[in-house]
């Protein structure tokens, strides 16, 4: 599950570009990805139209979907939980208020082999997905670039995570 403020920028975007990877990685039929925002200011509200507009240039299939905020149960129910900035990630980690599911937690740019190495949690914010929000197209095509050169890793991991479990 990937998750933003309100489902409707990042975190979908997240969503599209690794359901297209793990498709592509034959392991489509085995994971399900979805996505959720720690803020219900964008309940029910469809995916941005800048955000699909970045998308459908790429040629991910955009689906219609409505934002909805992540709850408790989402994180028990999930195996790996990619936030999107440091202060998602501490929202998710509080909502858990179980140690072992709050280690599913995982920043998701943390998958992208360009990015900063961080090994403490207070350094989390130097792997924020940037919000593109009250930017232009160019924010949204940046947002979508630091997304796609993390797709591979989080595909990778989930690959071992399987094999690990066969």
């Known amino acids: 599950m990937t998750v933003c403020t309100g489902n409707i ?9 690794l359901r297209d990877r793990l498709d592509a990685a034959g392991l489509g039929d085995q994971v399900v990805v979805d996505s959720t925002g720690v803020s219900d200011e964008e309940h029910g509200n469809p995916l941005d139209r800048r955000a699909r507009t970045a998308l459908a240039a790429r040629g991910y299939a955009v689906p219609d979907r409505a934002a909805r905020q992540v709850r408790a149960a989402d994180l028990r129910d ?3 939980v ?3 900035t ?3 990630a501490r929202a998710l980690r509080r909502i858990a208020a179980d140690p072992d599911l709050a280690d599913r937690v995982v920043m998701y740019r ?3 082999p360009a990015a900063p190495r961080v090994a403490d949690p207070r350094d989390e ?3 924020d997905v940037d919000d593109p929000w009250y930017g232009g197209p160019e924010n949204f095509e940046h947002c979508l670039d630091e997304i796609e ?3 591979d890793g989080v595909v990778a991991a989930v690959r071992a995570s399987l094999a690990a479990r066969a």
């Not at 920028?9 to 570009?17: H, I, L, Q, T, Y």
């Open 82 to 84: 990619l936030a999107m």
């Open 86 to 88: 440091a202060s998602h």
């Open 78 to 80: 999930r195996d790996l």
């Open 149 to 151: 050169a993390a797709a």
């Open 110 to 112: 943390s998958f992208d």
């Open 125 to 127: 914010h130097l792997l």
């Open 9 to 17: 920028c990042r975190s979908p975007m997240a969503e599209v570009v």
